[in-house]
């Protein structure tokens, strides 16, 4: 079974489904290296996004504003925090931005700004020019001048679903309004902490992460990496 498809016929179901689910508990030892302790919060079922002790997907995409191509199999010394989202979003991104905003300035207030990466992946590459997340970095409060948060953009929609949805399995679907560039979409929310070594420690669900315990797992990962 694809574990990392989830969308089709019932999207809307789909997407429900996985709402309620968190990082959770493993029935079986991890695949590979980590150092965090396993989560207590069980996800149920079989999740169709990275968990604890999984491999992140191995890509490279474009930083826009940068100019740059970021290849996450390159971060071999540094801790990343991922997520996906659209700078359009009119409700779950917003908090789920700023959130990952703010844990960004605390890496930087704690002096671990330089082993800890930050990379928000866009699935609307149609919309989410330079300029336009450069709006989006002014709105949720990114330091950009510190060097260390990505937005990544795919080149097409093709490689957005290939990134996002089959490898990253962040379920997303467009939902067409009025047709032409008015549109949204349905997403799920996941935000992943992994190591240096290109593993899950923690996959975060929700619009609203909490911003000490992330910070408080990503102080706690490089400490004992």
């Not at 169709?48 to 100019?67: H, I, Q």
């Not at 989006?136 to 990114?142: G, I, R, S």
């Not at 962040?170 to 992943?192: C, K, P, Q, S």
């Amino acid at each position: 079974m694809n574990r990392r498809h989830i969308l089709g016929a019932g999207v809307t179901t789909g997407l429900s489904a996985l709402a309620g689910c968190l990082t959770g508990a493993l029935e079986s030892e991890p695949d590979g290296e980590v150092v965090l302790d396993a989560p207590d919060e069980d996800v149920g079922g079989d999740p169709s996004y990275p968990t604890y002790g999984e491999p992140f997907p191995e890509f490279a995409l474009t930083d826009p504003l940068t100019e740059s191509t970021v290849d996450v199999a390159d971060f071999d010394e540094e801790s990343f925090l991922a997520t996906a989202f659209y700078a359009e979003c009119p409700a779950e991104c917003i908090p789920l931005m700023t959130a990952m905003a703010a844990v960004q300035s605390r890496t930087i207030d704690k002096e671990i700004d330089d082993r800890t990466r930050f990379l928000a992946i866009t699935f609307d590459p149609e919309r989410d020019t330079p300029e336009r997340l450069e709006d989006h970095a002014d709105m949720v409060h990114v330091d950009l001048e510190a060097g260390n948060w990505h937005y990544l953009r795919p080149e097409d929609d093709d490689e957005a679903r290939e990134v996002v949805d089959n490898s990253m399995g962040i379920a997303y679907e467009r939902d067409e309004l009025d047709g032409g560039d008015n549109y949204d979409f349905l997403h799920i929310t996941v935000t992943y902490l992994v190591n240096p070594a290109g593993y899950v420690e923690r996959a975060y669900r929700g619009e609203d992460p909490d911003i000490d315990k992330i910070t408080d797992d990503i102080e706690t990962l490089l400490e004992r990496w």
